[in-house]
């Protein structure tokens, strides 16, 4: 009590002086203040970006130009320095040019949120995988997802973002599946595009990754990948070439591995030739981390600028440029790139603004994210939704399926509000290699949609003892997953820690059995035809037991589509095992040996010899049946797809209708493929334009849908450009690449 009278003293006190102090200013005559200075040329935000960039530069000396061109460590790991302490201390950091107000750029990992928070005692939002992001097909969705990684980042203090990742799945078994788009490069540039439009609408550079045809984590560092110019512009290098072209990120990633010799990052042909030059690309290329080889050879390939440390792109450089090996005006180009992003973003005019974010809205953006990306692969004898007025008991079973969910690893690891949840509770940071389960409890997410149930949990450590409790329930829901993480390829497809055998035998147990998978990659399923149900809900982000708890219970319509082929067997890959770096070491990203950095990162070649045929195009040209095809997922209700024309023009026209024959409400993606003519010599089918329609029961949606010509044209090597092969063409639509139901032929010439 005391002391709440002297709180209430002091407080009076201090409004009483503050109040005497304002009064006084007004009665005291003020010294005259000092003359306002002058704005910089370059703050005429009705100039240009490459006008306002010029204009700085010629303010520029050379020991600021060339501390434009690189980092200065990975600030959340270092210690603190005067060049690292105005930074965010997110993993990447360039000084700017104080001297003229230009700010540092401050950069954060961001995949599916941002990074390191909880080091820093931060919050942010996990949204579901890129990979279910990818599997909505919702380019709304992508938006906002990226809105939302944007604007947590500018709240924390971050104005780059390192996301984008769009690297096709080539190797499902590919650590970073989780964290990528899926394997066409239409959906996956179409996606990944409009995301970076939304983090860079929050004023925060955007970036895409990892240029190009880092498909692998085993020897990631250094292999060679050796691909046709025609098979990589038409499939991975599509996929950026729409990411760039569409969502105009001011940052694009190279990758760390080589491609046809050349380190990705000093590899002319992919920085300038073919980003720089073809593409148009007006921003800055930021190497890997520690991804930069060289000095005149990467600058004179095109790259920008050198993270994260200062090898080749700081001393080095300045003695390049002195003694004329490299010239100022490459340099200046190179600078030019940084500034102008840093303008036409807005990153200047807007400086940032720390602010406190609305954990609240994070949570509804990732929910209705996930609910849009679970795909719903089998629903045998329509056991889902689940009716809670009929279930007396449910067994839920899994690995920590009381308290949470898997998520993905690596650079792209989110910290959760209060740490891993199954981890003694702490500061909320994460560890590198460690399984990190979001606080998202599907136990508790079932038991609040089922309240008059009785739900018992095991956590399937013990098959026998989990075919037990589902025995007599009247439905069992498995929770399996599969971890992934940058830095290490799956050992296989199969789910790990003997969790075939637990639904085998649970479902063995109850024909109820539903399996939930979280996972980033496809999985085999030995079991497939035991379980009534199988959903995929990936790695779901924040709030992803609501969203799997409101698709089980039927409240959400399940409408995602699968952007990943499931194959049936590892046999049925392109590549049936993943090409090891000599001599084989585990499934481990770096040289095998630490002799072997000493040698030079000696290459070792992944020979793509499959080409263009990445995915559903593989399966389809080797008439190699799937477990689950491209673009294929289920729904409570049912559609049907009538009256396909196409009429020839520039813009090839595609109009259908899709009707909702069923009696709830949904969202159905139509996709529409195209068969080139055979003198294309192309796989069957690609995908060039799909639509998610929103339909009530009964309702019927005529769509139009304008193909991009480039989506019809095959790259000739010969003419080192697009063209279209004169000759009949099919297209093709339904709901999934093997079901097509309306078929319809023109000639374009
Ligand atoms: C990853 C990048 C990441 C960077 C910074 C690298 O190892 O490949 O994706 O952005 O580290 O953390």
């Keep these: 009590m005391e002391v709440l009278v002297k709180c209430k003293v002091l407080v009076s006190l201090a409004l009483y002086l503050g109040a005497a102090i304002l009064g006084a200013g007004a009665l005291v005559a003020q010294p005259a203040a000092p003359p306002a200075k002058p704005v910089p040329a370059w703050m005429n935000a009705s100039l240009s970006p490459d006008q306002r960039a010029d204009l700085v530069l010629k303010e520029m000396t050379l020991d600021e130009k060339i501390a434009m061109l690189h980092g200065v460590g990975m600030p959340t790991y270092d210690k603190l320095t005067i060049e690292n302490a105005a930074s965010n201390r997110g993993v990447g950091y360039c000084v700017g040019v104080p001297r003229l107000g230009i700010p540092g750029i401050d950069m954060s990992d961001a995949a599916y949120g941002v990074r390191s928070s909880g080091e820093n005692g931060r919050y942010s939002t996990a949204l579901p995988s890129g990979v279910a992001a990818a599997s909505s097909w919702d380019t709304e969705a992508a938006y906002e997802y990226g809105r939302l990684i944007g604007t947590e980042l500018r709240a924390q203090g971050f104005n780059m973002a390192l996301g984008g990742g769009v690297n096709l799945t080539r190797e499902p078994r590919n650590g ?22 939304g983090v860079q609408s929050a004023h925060v550079i955007g970036d895409i990754k990892h240029y190009a045809l880092n498909d692998q984590e085993s020897g990631r560092l250094y292999y060679d990948a050796q691909i046709s110019k025609r098979a990589a512009r038409e499939s991975d290098l599509l996929a950026f070439e729409i990411g760039v072209t569409r969502g105009n990120p001011a940052a694009v990633m190279c990758s760390y591995n080589r491609v046809n010799g050349d380190f990705a990052c000093q590899n002319r042909w992919l920085l300038t030739d073919v980003l720089k030059k073809d593409w148009k690309f007006p921003g800055f290329v ?39 090996r490299i010239p100022s005006s490459e340099m200046d180009e190179h600078v030019h790139r940084i500034l102008r992003a840093m303008f036409a973003v807005g990153i200047i005019d807007n400086p940032r603004q720390r602010f406190v974010v609305d954990p609240f809205a994070g949570l509804d953006v990732a929910r209705r994210i996930e609910e849009s990306s679970i795909v719903l692969l089998k629903n045998d004898r329509f056991v889902l939704p689940l009716d809670s007025a009929r279930l007396k008991t449910i067994a839920v079973i899994g690995a920590h399926a009381d308290v949470g969910m898997i998520s993905g690893g690596g650079s792209a690891q989110v910290d959760p509000v209060g740490g ?25 997410a079932i038991q609040a949609r089922a309240p008059g149930a009785t739900v018992k949990y095991d956590s399937g450590s013990d098959p026998a003892a989990a075919a037990a409790i589902a025995k007599g329930a009247d439905a069992a829901i498995v929770f399996a997953y599969q971890w992934e993480s940058e830095g290490k390829d799956l050992a296989s497809l199969s789910l790990a820690h003997n969790q075939d055998d637990l ?192 339909l009530e029961p009964g309702e019927k949606r005529t769509v139009t849908l304008e193909i991009e010509p480039k989506y019809l044209s095959i790259f000739d090597e010969a003419k080192d450009a697009w063209t279209l092969v004169p000759g009949e063409y099919t297209f093709l639509v339904g709901g999934s690449s093997q079901d097509l139901p309306l078929k319809a032929t023109v000639n374009l010439r």
């Design 286 to 324: 930021v190497s890997d981390w520690g991804g930069t080889h060289s000095t005149e050879k990467a600058s004179f390939a095109g790259l920008d600028h050198e993270e994260h440390s200062r090898v080749f792109y700081e001393k080095k450089y300045k003695e390049a440029v002195e003694a004329g």
């Design 176 to 197: 970073r599946t989780f964290e990528y788009m899926g394997e066409d490069p239409v959906l996956a540039g179409t996606l990944i595009a409009r995301l970076i439009e």
């Design 503 to 694: 639904i085998a035998k649970v479902a063995a147990a109850n024909p109820r059995t539903i399996v939930v998978l979280e996972t980033g990659s496809p999985v085999t399923m030995p079991w497939v035809d035991a379980p009534a149900a199988i959903v995929e809900a990936w790695y779901a982000g924040s709030d992803g037991a609501n969203a799997v708890g409101n698709v089980l219970f039927g409240s959400v319509n399940p409408s995602g589509k699968l952007p990943n082929t499931f194959p049936r067997s590892e046999a049925d890959l392109p590549h049936p095992t993943i090409t090891m770096p000599p001599p084989a070491s585990q499934h481990f990203s770096g040289p095998a040996s630490p002799d072997q950095w000493a040698k030079g990162l000696p290459p070792f070649q992944v020979t793509y010899d499959e080409g263009v045929k990445v995915g559903y195009k593989w399966y389809d040209a080797e008439k190699k049946p799937v477990l689950f095809p491209f673009g294929y997922g289920l729904s409570y209700t049912s559609y049907s797809y009538s009256g396909l024309s196409v009429t020839p023009a520039n813009k090839v026209k595609v109009t259908f209708a899709v009707t909702n024959t069923g009696a709830r409400a949904g969202a159905e993606v139509a996709e529409v493929y195209a068969a080139l003519p055979a003198s294309a010599q192309e796989p069957p089918k690609r995908l060039v334009g799909w639509s998610k329609v929103k």
């Design 420 to 444: 891993n949840a199954i981890a003694p509770p702490g500061q909320g940071a994460t560890r590198w290699g460690q399984e990190v389960w979001f606080p998202t409890s599907p136990l508790k």
